[in-house]
């Protein structure tokens, strides 16, 4: 965490995060526990992770807690919106949300696939031998998939804090430039996601994990404003016939996150003349499909009534 540009107050919330924090996990794991005197979640969980700390003391974790009324700018820096939130942090990274794992059994769970990952001995210091590659070019995954849930959770600002710390560790890495772009263009952030997908390489670039980012933030410049949306609406609603104006609501839609309306309303131009522009419209819901994600339940739904369309 820089300094820079921070005034007084924020360095030194820096500075003790990097001695309570960050130092420590540079050897050893840290789960970091954001909390508030008020919080009686909080309270509660606190029990249940000193006892876990202190049973896994000797394979080298230990327990630090951040007070966000105290320490608002660290919890900011984190994106922390609701408490009690923990992670497991190692080499002054995240590299697991442990927010869910509220008994002991989780957390042991938890603890134990993580330290399974990283480099550190039962019972030493936890330091890495000579030549031993740090955890952040070891291993991404768990920091990746942390970050692909907090994005398919909807919290896009949370998302894009992580995916930019993993793209600052390997920025090379096709999951981690995927996922910075889905989360700045989930987020609205869409000049800022242009941006970072016209600095990637060619090669990077062509990753079909960054194409599917390219084309959901393709997708997201259409977004229209509130008035705009409605007034495209009721235009669909009364030309029914007119294909022009099924597609600008259907493309408008889709870019407002009304992805149902969208593919409703492609399918049923699909139907109703499906060479319309040459198939413009299955090309427009194809291309919704893979902003989407092929794998997402959502698109093979939608993929089946498809096919009910054009074939059955």
């Known amino acids: ?144 998939a942390m970050g692909e849930d907090i994005l398919a959770g909807g919290d896009a600002e949370r998302a894009l804090g992580i ?39 060619p090669q990077l670039a062509s990753d079909p994990a960054v194409m599917q980012a390219a084309s959901a933030l393709h997708l997201k410049r259409d977004a229209p404003d509130a008035a705009m949306l409605e007034d495209l609406r009721k235009a669909a609603v009364e030309r029914p016939a007119d294909m022009d104006a099924q597609m600008d609501f259907a493309t408008a839609a889709f870019a407002a996150g009304e992805r149902d309306t969208a593919a409703e309303t492609l399918l049923g131009m699909i139907a109703a003349n499906r060479e319309w522009q040459d198939g413009a419209a299955r090309a427009k819901l194809l291309q919704m499909f893979d902003a989407v994600g092929i794998e997402d339940p959502w698109v093979a739904g939608m993929r089946r009534r498809l096919a009910t369309i054009l074939f059955g």
């Not at 890495?173 to 970072?196: F, K, N």
């Open 1 to 144: 965490m820089a300094t820079n540009g921070l005034n007084l107050d924020e360095q030194k919330a820096v500075d003790r995060f990097r001695k309570a924090v960050v130092e420590p996990s540079m050897t050893k794991l840290v789960i970091l526990d954001f909390w508030a005197e008020w919080c009686g979640p909080c309270k509660a969980l606190t029990p249940t992770l000193e006892k876990i700390a202190a049973e896994y003391a000797a394979k080298g974790v230990v327990l630090a807690k951040v007070n966000v009324d105290e320490d608002q700018f660290i919890a900011a820096q984190f994106q922390v919106r609701s408490i009690p939130t923990v992670y497991a942090m190692f080499q002054g990274q995240p590299v697991a949300d442990l927010t869910t794992a509220r008994t002991e059994q989780q957390l042991r769970a938890a603890l134990d696939q993580i330290l399974g990952q990283l480099p550190l001995e039962p019972g030493a210091s936890g330091a890495i031998e000579d030549g031993a590659e740090p955890a952040g070019e070891q291993d991404l995954a768990p920091l990746l």
């Open 163 to 201: 995916f930019s710390q993993i793209v600052e560790i390997k920025p090379d890495d096709s999951a981690a430039q995927a996922g910075l772009i889905r989360s700045l263009t989930q987020a609205g952030y869409v000049d800022e996601a242009d941006a970072a997908l016209a600095a990637l390489d």
